[in-house]
């Protein structure tokens, strides 16, 4: 009963029967009954499954490197973190006021409810990643890195030069072929900015043996869809189309975001497939990516983590993102996941990075079925344990499993 723009070919070819067979014949009253376990068991309150790892990839050049076994088990130290964070909240005052104000805001839809909700959301979130990012384990990064910036010029939403800052190791700087990362920072789209991830991202270079090129592409509500991603489509461009003063391989140009980052890069990949310009980049990385309208379906039959988080995003992509989203509810710019077969045959070589217990673990989990159908995935590797943030905290068991699967894929498909 979803949007079948966002199924696989086959569920796409048969979601109408179903409709027929559920609503008209299963089901004896379908409006008394739809949120019922005993007709849809997909909805019921608690659901243990063993992750099958599919085998076939035979129209993929794949390396198959990652087959990490999911139990169903959050980390024992993630479940502290998160009781820790409880704790926090019961003896803030402050804390919880703002967060009961922004779930009240949550339900509202004017414009003055929208201006409040996105200043208490960067409000919110602003101080946590500076929490991280100010993390003493992350200064290696800061050390064995150089830090410069360059603009790119812009034309699509008025004039405007994207900032963009670009970290180079230091045992790199003399060379003149090598990997880019144009990469694109988390925050829902809406919040946070590149000097907010700077420390954490200077690490991925050094890392990687990567020039990172960070891109402060412009945010949500301020600047609407699809402009946002053209400002990530446009830095990407450009560090293609200036590759040798930059000392960099136009061979190996890598994109990547994480989570609303994850968003604009899969919007780019999407522009780049409708340009034919898939040529421009080797890998592309979208991780703990935002995909879809998913967020939109019934919360019953969703993972506890996407429950809790559905209707703030129901508020991000619905009154922040989108420009005008009845008009842009199908479109594969504000909804990657909706990118047709013929688009999504076109994608660069991608590798989608997720974590067990992630936000958006479901329609990331449904887009990678579709890029191996498309034969573009390469990977899609899920961090055991892990939650939407934890990997990208130090000193974390997924950290390392997710610093250390980063430095396997730099390894064996972008400086191969």
């Known amino acids: ?23 008209d014949l299963i089901a004896a009253d379908y409006e008394q009954q739809k949120t019922s376990p005993h007709l849809f068991p997909g909805k019921a309150r608690k659901q243990w499954y063993q992750r099958r790892v599919r085998e076939d990839m035979s129209r993929v050049l794949s390396k198959n490197l990652f087959d990490f076994k999911l139990t169903g088990v959050m980390d024992d130290e993630v479940k502290a973190m998160e009781a820790q964070f409880e704790e926090m ?10 967060a009961d104000r922004i779930k009240e805001l949550e339900l509202k839809h004017d414009e003055d409810s929208n201006k409040e909700y996105i200043k208490l959301l960067r409000a919110a979130t602003e101080p946590f990643m500076k929490s991280i990012a100010g993390n003493e384990a992350l200064k290696y990064g800061r050390e064995q890195t150089t830090l410069t910036s360059l603009k790119v010029p812009t034309s699509h939403d008025g004039e405007f030069d994207v900032l963009v800052e670009v970290y180079t190791p230091k045992d790199l700087e003399n060379e003149t072929k ?21 420390p954490l991202i200077q690490c991925f270079a ?47 140009i890598v ?23 898939t040529d421009l980049v080797k890998l592309a990385i979208p991780s703990i990516p935002m995909v879809d309208d998913y967020c939109f379906s019934d919360p019953l039959a969703m993972t506890v983590e996407e429950r809790k988080s559905h209707m703030a995003m129901r508020k991000v992509w619905g009154d922040l993102i989108a420009a005008d989203y009845e008009e842009q509810k199908t479109s594969p710019y504000l909804f990657p996941g909706k990118a047709s077969e013929e688009l999504l045959e076109k994608f660069p070589p991608t590798i989608i990075l997720e974590a ?58 972008i400086h191969s």
């Open 1 to 23: 009963f979803s949007d079948p723009l966002a199924m696989t070919l086959e569920e796409r070819k048969s979601h109408l029967g179903m409709r027929k067979v559920w609503g």
């Open 89 to 98: 909240m019961k003896s803030s005052p402050e804390a919880k006021a703002m």
């Open 206 to 252: 050094v890392d990687m043996g990567v020039v990172v090129f960070n891109v402060d592409y412009r945010l949500a509500p301020e600047t609407k869809c699809p402009n946002n991603i053209k400002d990530f489509y446009e830095a990407i461009k450009f560090v293609s189309k200036n590759a040798e003063s930059l000392g960099i391989d136009p061979a190996k």
């Open 356 to 413: 067990e217990f992630d936000i958006f673990i479901t329609e990331a989990s449904r887009l990678a079925n579709r890029l191996r159908r498309a034969g573009r995935l390469l990977e899609f590797f899920v961090n055991p344990g892990a939650t939407h943030v934890s990997n990208f905290i130090p000193g974390l068991k997924g950290n390392k499993v997710w610093i250390d699967t980063l430095k396997t894929i730099a390894k064996e498909y």
């Open 255 to 277: 994109i990547s975001g994480e989570s609303g980052g994850g968003y604009i890069t899969l919007g780019a990949m999407v522009l780049l497939a409708e340009n034919n310009e």
């Open 178 to 198: 090598r990997a880019a990362y144009v990469y694109a920072h988390g925050g829902g789209a809406v919040s946070l900015s590149v000097e907010d991830y700077r």
